[in-house]
């Protein structure tokens, strides 16, 4: 009896170091995390970044190669109308909307990469901007590759990539806790951390898809600002709803919102200001073709 006793006191107190240490371990990954506190200058929102928008810069542009190379490389713009066309669009973005008035303006670079079959836009940290030709073949005019180029831009100005990879750091901190925390011999701990990588990976689609939504209201504010009707930005939809049919994971696994449901963002940003769009001279621009 005495001898289990022991074994039973020995195991309670290895248990509660091993939740102590896991504590230790949250609380200063929450600590580490909260102090990240920023406000960013065009948006006004608060923001927990764990980097400097100068280190986004040189994170985006030391990246901006390899990425283009997977996607058979960057358009020259200087034969190639349609790039030219995409560096022209994005720099009247900045230029004539909020997007001026952030730490990125100077570093913005707008790019069409060769790839034909990959319907795809996306944004590195810091400004660098891509689209694939395949994504630039299905829009009709310039309203709409504003839609798409301000979309990104948006990304860029509400930092997201460097907050996201905040969050991503609190969560593997996270994780890491609750290993520590649940571990033993019957591997009991790898089992949870497992659970918990799970958990952090839906929290982080669900924030995902909300930079998304934020990614398509300032960039139907920022086509506006730069004389484009924001409902080219309901076209983009509907040529990424086309290009999604047969295609789809269940929205909750996805990092975007089903193009359906963006648009009903869209929708109620053209009901909200209807008044000012209408009083505005705005044009969904020359076609590209």
Do not use: C
């Amino acid at each position: 009896m005495t001898m289990f006793g022991n074994q039973n006191r020995r195991g309670g107190r290895g248990l509660n170091l091993r939740w102590i240490i896991a504590a230790v371990i949250a609380v200063g990954a929450i600590v580490s995390y909260m102090s990240k506190t920023t406000v960013n200058e065009v948006t006004g929102e608060k923001q927990r970044i764990g980097m400097s928008v100068e280190q986004e810069k040189a994170m985006g542009l030391a990246a901006a190669p390899d990425m283009a190379s997977q996607m058979g490389g960057v358009a020259d713009p200087v034969r190639d109308r349609d790039a030219a066309r995409v560096a022209q669009v994005g720099a009247k973005l900045v230029q004539r909307s909020d997007a001026a008035r952030s730490a990125y303006a100077d570093n913005f670079h707008y790019y069409l990469l060769n790839d034909s079959k990959t319907i795809n836009a996306f944004a590195l940290p810091g400004g660098q901007i891509f689209i694939t030709r395949a994504l630039y073949n299905q829009l009709q005019n310039e309203g709409q590759l504003a839609g798409v180029l301000g979309h990104e831009t948006g990304h860029v100005v509400a930092r997201h990539s460097a907050e996201q990879m905040a969050k991503g750091q609190l969560g593997q901190m996270l994780v890491t806790a609750v290993a520590v925390g649940a571990s033993d011999d019957r591997g009991h701990g790898q089992t949870a951390a497992m659970a918990a990588q799970m958990a952090n990976q839906m929290v982080r689609l669900h924030y995902g898809r909300d930079d998304e939504t934020q990614a398509d209201t300032l960039g139907l504010k920022y086509m506006a600002q730069a004389g484009y009707h924001p409902r080219g930005m309901a076209g983009v939809m509907n040529v990424l709803a086309e290009a999604s049919k047969g295609n789809r994971q269940p929205e909750f696994l996805s990092s975007h919102p089903y193009p359906e449901h963006r648009q009903q963002v869209i929708e109620a940003y053209l009901k909200e200001h209807a008044a000012e769009l209408q009083n505005a001279d705005l044009t969904d621009g020359p076609p590209l073709r």
